[in-house]
């Protein structure tokens, strides 16, 4: 089985030999310590086990619930925000069509997928309602504190609808909790109406929820082999307790905290393949929220590539210096179209017939790497074999590690976010709560 690969050769001249060495002995500390679970935040370190100590009779129950799902209803609204959505939707965009949601239903093969309680936008909900129309639709709410406002404020409005439809007995039917199964609003709401419900662990925070029922649901309501996910979210866990010199985990986390020591303070996602666009979101938010705290942290960003070259791609050539680019990429993206020769050959393109669309896409990103690091972007690249379950239950597990041992590294609680309960304690007032 092939392995995801880190390419540190484009940070050279950015970063000496020796001072990866010296952030080696930390980068493993910090993994002993993450592993001991004794550091900061140690009691939300469930995730580390997930892929190797889950309860196999929920999966079971998992796995029913989505295809009850897919036979019954024609579209499904997942209601979550932050960590309770981000990995699901990063795993339908990355496993499924790009256009998912606009195929016909025989192709598609299962309910169409959308996300509610991500804002609190009225628009955005009421447009939603409008295009499920008459549709028969079905919810997987998830909150682990269950007292969330975006997801609440959803909720409530499509559980009505849902209930003024079919009234209790069939919205029962119909809707699916995922919660903390001893506390919160949720809980006791999914108890009272006799929804399935299935666990947010307790000592697993919502940005490292992915691989439990947070988003294993509706990842398998999509139709994706949920037991290849964890198959390949194992094979991590295990290969990413070796030591610094054989680590990729390790060493990227060393890699980017090295560079951040050097003013390199926003680390940008760069990919070319559209189905990475919601990774980008999911892991902007577990690097963002997890070190972005004490006055420190690397400002987490995106961008898809070629398209963002022509808008940001004039700033990372040529603006200020404080930039690094981690490139994910695919080994064999898959497309299979190729550039056709044109006998006027008005456009000057025949010189790419017969060469397929990757290949040129291939090299549109070696060039800007060249250009970038000729730039002073240094650039760390991880390369996936391919877009299957197996490899990004890896990439999952390799990204999630990596931040909590980048996170000791850098001296902070990468599994806690009180800063997020500023603009809550505001709101709250205005509104008068
Ligand atoms: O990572 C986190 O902890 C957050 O993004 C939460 O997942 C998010 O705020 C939603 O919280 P809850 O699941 O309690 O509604």
Redesign the pocket.
Known sequence: MKSLFLDLSKTEGFLASHEMQYLAEQAEAAARLLESKQGPGGEFLGWLDLPVDYNRLEFEAIREAAQQIRTQSEVLVVI?????YLGAQAAITFLKHTFYNQLPADKRGGPEIYFAGINLSGTYLQHLIELIGERDFSINV?????T?TE?AIAFRLLKSLLEKRYGKEGARKRIYATTDLEKGALKQLATQEGYPTFE?PDDV???YSVLSAVGLLPIAAAGIDIAKLMEGAAAAESELRKPFAENACYQYAAARNALHRKGRDIEMFIYYEPRFYHLAEWWK?LYG?SEGKDGKGIFTASAGFTTDLHSLGQYIQDGKRHLFETLLELENPGGTLLVEPDPDNLDGLNYLSGKSLDYVNQKAAQGTVEAHVAGGVPNLRIVLPEASPYYLGYLFYFFEKACGVSGYMLGVNPFD?PG?EAYKKNMFRLLGK
Do not use: D
């Not at 979550?80 to 309770?84: A, T």
């Not at 998830?142 to 269950?146: A, C, I, L, N």
């Open positions: 979550g925000i932050g960590g309770s998830v909150s682990k504190s269950g969330t997801p947010v925070g919502g940005r938010q929220e976010q997020v």
